[in-house]
């Protein structure tokens, strides 16, 4: 039987179980491919550690060596940081192989450019597992790309923080506990600061973003946000109210721009994300023809990550073409609605302070009410931008009401009329 030679760049946690995958599911992989998946190289950065592998595979620490391996037909990736993994990969289309990644950091910044590589060179680029570990959420995007165009995509993608946010909330905890639990379970890395400062959801809503949209918002017009934040005291008054706090990452694309962010906010149980707890992630998407599709499932974990670099494996050996992906949509032309136009959020708001309070004010109707530990809580539908608010009183804290926050677009001259004063501290 013929052979289909692999190699693999790293081999921690996510590379060794791409290594037992292979194994593990010889048979299936064989029945499906007609050949047998070989792993004949694995790049490491320590290589004077012992690695449990066959004896005829070769390890290194040079990645000349690897692709040096004749008939080479697949690298998989899963090495941490933007480089050297890009050049490598960059290097391994160019030699003529597949590439498969997981490496999110990287394939945020650099995915267009080995997209395009592996186009020209009739390659493929696999990077399933860079976006919310074992869901096909890539494929699945891809495919409704065939004939949908993609709204918005609206998602819980990192585990660690659903995890502490659960937790806190059900069992009333502190965040510090909370965390320190997770971190002994292994959800947390010993450096926490990219699961709960937001980056990690950050950078996989980006591969997101160019994906649907063909192109990404400018990064730093992306609102991000982390949980660390979020007190118990203040999950447990939105618990009473009927609201979870989720760590949501959005995107839509609105006439010529993008609105997106990354931050904890309020979904109450109408939102499809609401029962979405613990370690799992969900991508809910809404599409022009299919309504709203949501996908769920492990979002890391070595054999859940593994299983979506070995299904990218079989897709491109199987249908030896590339995902279909959006292409960058034409800006819209000057003089455009949009330009004239000031967008506003109206809606529902938590809003917390120290004493915060409306006096007869227009376009702002208070629904609930609490005072809690000397902190005023008010859930409030307004029709002025949080930003304006939080412009205006930097001091409170505003939660925003997934779902039931909407975008104005206001003529500007029309804008002052709108935005008022609402709270006076
Ligand atoms: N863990 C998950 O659940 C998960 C899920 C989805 C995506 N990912 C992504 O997958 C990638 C790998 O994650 P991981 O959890 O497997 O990381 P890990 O356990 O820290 O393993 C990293 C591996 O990469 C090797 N490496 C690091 N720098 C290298 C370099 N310059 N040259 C060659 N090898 C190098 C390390 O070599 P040594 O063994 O010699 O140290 C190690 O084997 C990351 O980009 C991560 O974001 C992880």
């Not at 597949?98 to 080995?114: D, P, Q, S």
């Not at 809404?286 to 079989?314: F, I, Y």
Request: negative net charge.
């Amino acid at each position: 039987m013929a052979l289909i030679k692999a190699a693999l760049l790293g081999f921690g946690t996510v590379g060794q179980g791409v290594y037992e995958a292979l194994k593990t599911h010889r048979e299936q992989l064989k029945a499906v491919l007609g050949e047998e998946v070989v792993i004949e190289g694995i790049l490491v950065k320590d290589g004077s550690k012992q690695r449990d592998v066959d004896e005829h595979v070769l390890v290194t620490t040079d990645f000349e060596e690897i692709l040096q391996i004749e008939g080479l037909q697949i690298v998989f990736e899963a090495i941490v940081g933007e480089e050297p993994g890009f050049t490598y990969l960059s290097k391994a289309l160019e030699k003529g192989c597949h590439v498969i990644t997981a490496n999110k950091v990287m394939f945020a910044r650099h995915g267009r450019t080995l997209l395009d590589k592996a186009e020209k060179l009739e390659r493929f680029v696999g990077f399933e597992a860079t976006t919310a570990g074992g869901t096909p959420i890539i494929r699945s995007i891809a495919q409704l790309l065939q004939v949908n165009e993609i709204h918005s995509v609206e998602a819980i993608l990192n585990g660690t923080s659903n995890y502490i946010l659960t937790n806190m909330r059900e069992k009333g905890l502190p965040f510090q506990d909370v965390l320190k639990r997770a971190q002994e379970l292994g959800y947390a890395e010993a450096d926490p600061a990219s699961d709960i400062e937001g980056h990690d959801a950050f950078f996989k809503l980006m591969i997101l973003s160019e994906l649907s949209f063909g192109e990404t918002p400018e990064w730093k017009d992306v609102e991000r946000k982390g949980i660390t934040d979020v007190t118990s005291e203040q999950i447990a008054v939105f618990k009473d109210w009927g609201f979870k706090v989720k760590h949501l990452a959005r995107i839509r694309r609105d006439r010529d721009q993008f609105i997106s962010s990354v931050k904890p906010v309020l979904v109450d149980a109408a939102h499809p994300l609401y029962g979405v707890e613990d370690v799992q992630n969900a991508i809910m998407v809404e599409t022009s023809l299919a309504g709203k599709v949501t996908v769920q499932g492990a979002g890391a974990g070595k054999l859940p990550t593994a299983s979506a670099m070995v299904e990218d494996l079989t897709y491109v050996l199987q249908s030896n073409s590339t995902f279909a992906r959006k292409k960058k949509i034409a800006p819209f032309a000057a003089g455009s609605l949009a330009e004239e136009a000031d967008r506003t959020l109206v809606g529902e708001y938590a809003v917390i302070g120290s004493s915060v309070g409306f006096h007869g004010t227009d376009g702002v109707d208070i629904l609930k009410q609490e005072v809690k530990d000397d902190l005023v809580y008010l859930l409030i539908k307004c029709q002025a931008s949080t930003a304006e608010l939080l412009e205006e009183n930097p001091d409170l804290v505003v939660y925003e009401v997934a779902g039931k926050v909407k975008e104005a677009w206001v003529q500007s001259e029309k804008k002052d009329l709108l935005l008022q004063k609402v709270i006076n501290l």
